[in-house]
């Protein structure tokens, strides 16, 4: 998913998270069903079949459900859906499969299929979920969306036109960047004799140019720092400070907005990553 | 220890610091051609004159391309009009590199930091800068320079407002061009350059009195005095006309720029730069009309540049020692005095 391109996937971001926290929620709710009928009820070995489907049915489902939610609430790598859905509908079918022939047709090889099937889907759930916290952490932003989403807003179609432009115009100049230009026909050019000794007409200016380092405090306030609470210190400190800077500015205006933006976004991804540790 | 470089349309200037100074070195931007007969080599020699040969012809570069061009009566060429390469001068692209080269030297090591100013979008002109601007940090790159570029106007900003936070309105006015660039706290909000500037002037000026166009420049930088009472027919009349016809233009323009972007509602300080801002009463003049002009932000005090004809090269300079501090670590101090 990628944010930020275009209103409609940003609210999909948005929506699939909040679908996500709901199954999420409803997944403890049934695995807390389960486990409550499985204690009030007493189940064993030799319980009603009606009773043991019902509370394999519970706990199972909830299993897959809860860990369907955390995926759906994480930002997930390329074909991440697809794995989260495919393995989802594994382990349902498992339990489907199990509902149907319980307890008549109960015996070896299907217990061993079936109970291949659904630890396969509960496996795949789990391993996604567990490489996209991997991945997450390696990149060091946090693009789960916890509060992230609510605070983006639509984007209006000239501002989309201008991004898309400023990013053609980047991608343009970069791309030229590493162009090299052959030497213009000079080889066969003689020098004058003096032609090294002179560079031009010479000023000298008592200056100590101190703007450079204004000009250096000026782009980056505040010092950047490597990890944990002491950057949430310094990007905060920023913050504060475009702030204040930027308050005297109603409208949008591009690049402070920006700014704004990036450091809200720095901000709120540091104080996560301070958290979850 | 990281340099900055100017390349207008009629200065190449080069910054770098030397101990307790900032040393510029100025070079014209224009050439001559010669045939070698008109000439020998030992005369050009002994007068250390700069020069190439090429093709049995000989090229005078820089300063000296518009003396002999009085001496032999021939038009000095410029390699650039409008702030960038000549498409139409077909010798523009070598003769610019040599100028260049020289100016600008080698570098004291490799990947020493060099920032090269450009001109901004035109408004009023076809013609775009990229490919100038690519040309000229490919240029220096291959020079083991590690280039960067900054609009002309940023350079203003950079060299003139630092006691502004780098907020307000940077303005060169050169020889092809004048660069606008409107900046909060070193961020550019809005940049661009208009195709009219000193040469502008010679050529509005050499038409309506009938003098050539060297000879009005000559009299312009001679020091005439801009002011509103003009005499009939004289050259200083009309180039009193054409700056105030220009200063209208470029603040009509600016305020049309204006409309298209929302600066922060802060009052915004003026530096004026550039060749063209040098006659006596120009600030004056300007500021009179840019406070009457009821511009779209506020404006505050208005300042012509210590060195108005460094202040983009040394703005460049002050761009380029930024960029050699962030590489060298955050500390900041420690670049000092290297010599
Ligand atoms: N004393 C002076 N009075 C008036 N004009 C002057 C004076 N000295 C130089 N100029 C004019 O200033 C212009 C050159 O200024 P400058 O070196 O800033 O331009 P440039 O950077 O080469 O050009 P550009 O920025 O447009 O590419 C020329 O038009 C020149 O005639
Ligand atoms: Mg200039």
């Not at chain 1, 998913?1 to 999909?12: A, C, K």
């Not at chain 1, 971001?13 to 909040?18: D, N, P, S, T, V």
């Not at chain 2, 979008?121 to 775009?128: A, G, S």
């Amino acid at each position: 998913m990628d944010n930020t391109s275009s209103p409609g996937i940003l609210q999909r971001g948005a929506l699939i998270y909040y679908v996500g926290s709901v199954t999420f929620a409803a997944g403890i709710a049934l695995l807390a069903v389960g486990t409550a009928f499985i204690t009030i009820s007493r189940i064993h070995y030799g319980s009603e079949p009606e009773k043991i489907i019902l509370s394999v049915i519970s706990t199972g489902v909830g299993t897959t459900l809860i860990l369907t939610g955390i995926n759906m609430m994480m930002k997930q790598t390329r074909y991440g859906y697809y794995i989260v859905g495919a393995s989802a509908f594994i382990s349902l079918l498992a339990l489907l499969i199990f509902t149907s022939n319980y307890p008549h047709n109960w015996f070896y090889p299907l217990i061993s299929y079936v109970l291949t099937l659904y630890i396969a889907g509960f496996l795949a759930l789990l391993g996604n979920a567990f490489a996209n916290v991997i991945l997450w952490m390696i990149e060091g932003k946090p693009e789960a969306v916890v509060g992230r989403e609510r605070e983006i807003k639509i984007y209006t179609d000239e501002e989309i036109e201008r991004d898309i432009e400023e990013a053609t115009r980047k991608s343009i100049e970069l791309s030229a960047s590493e162009l090299k230009f052959k030497e213009p026909g000079v080889e066969e050019v003689k020098l004058g004799k003096t032609f090294r000794e002179t560079r031009g007409n010479i000023t000298k200016v008592k200056d100590d140019i101190g703007e450079a380092k204004s000009l250096r405090k000026t782009i980056n306030p505040g010092e950047r720092m490597k990890s944990g609470s002491v950057e949430v210190e310094s990007v905060s400190r920023n913050l504060g400070e475009i702030l204040r800077k930027g308050a005297v500015q109603k409208g949008r205006f591009g690049k402070i907005k920006e700014e704004i933006k990036d450091e809200m976004k720095k901000f709120y991804s540091s104080i996560r990553v301070t958290r979850n540790r | 220890m990281a340099k900055g470089l100017d390349i207008g349309t009629m200065n190449i200037i080069c910054s770098e610091r030397e101990e307790e100074d900032v040393v510029f070195t100025q070079q014209r931007n224009a050439f001559l051609e010669l045939d070698s007969s008109d000439l020998t080599e030992t005369m050009l020699d002994s007068a250390k004159v700069l020069y190439i040969e090429r093709d049995e012809r000989i090229y005078v570069l820089g300063e000296d391309a518009f003396k002999f061009a009085t001496i032999f009566g021939k038009d000095a060429r410029r390699p650039m009009r409008y702030g960038i390469i000549s498409p139409k001068e077909k010798d523009a692209i070598p003769m610019i590199k040599l100028i260049v080269e020289r100016v600008l030297g080698e570098p004291g090591y490799r990947n020493e930091v060099l920032c090269i100013s450009s001109p901004g979008e035109p408004i009023d002109l076809d013609m775009n800068p990229l490919y100038h601007k690519k040309m000229m940090e490919a240029l220096a790159r291959r020079m083991a320079y590690e280039t960067h570029v900054i609009d002309e106007g940023l350079g203003v900003i950079y060299s003139e407002l630092s006691d502004y936070n780098f907020t307000g309105l940077g303005i060169s006015m050169g020889a092809g061009l004048t660069n606008v660039t409107l900046a909060y706290l070193a961020t550019p909000v809005m940049s661009f350059s208009i195709g009219r500037g000193g040469d502008w002037i010679d050529e509005q000026v050499s038409i309506t009195t009938g003098l050539p166009k060297e000879h009005v420049c000559a009299t312009k930088e001679k020091g005439f005095k801009l002011g509103l009472e003009v005499e009939y027919g004289s050259a200083d009349g009309a180039l009193s006309i054409y700056y105030d016809a220009l200063m209208t233009y470029v603040i009509k323009n600016l305020n049309r720029k204006l409309a298209e972007v929302t600066p922060p509602k802060v009052e915004f300080p003026v530096a004026l730069a550039g060749g063209s801002t040098l006659p006596d009463g120009f600030l004056k003049m300007f500021e009179r009309k840019l406070r009457e002009a009821e511009l779209q932000i506020d404006i505050s005090k208005i300042r012509l540049a210590k060195e108005p004809l460094y202040s983009v090269a040394r703005g460049c300079l002050i761009a380029a020692r930024t960029h050699e501090g962030e590489e060298i670590g955050s500390g900041g101090e420690t670049e000092e005095g290297a010599g």
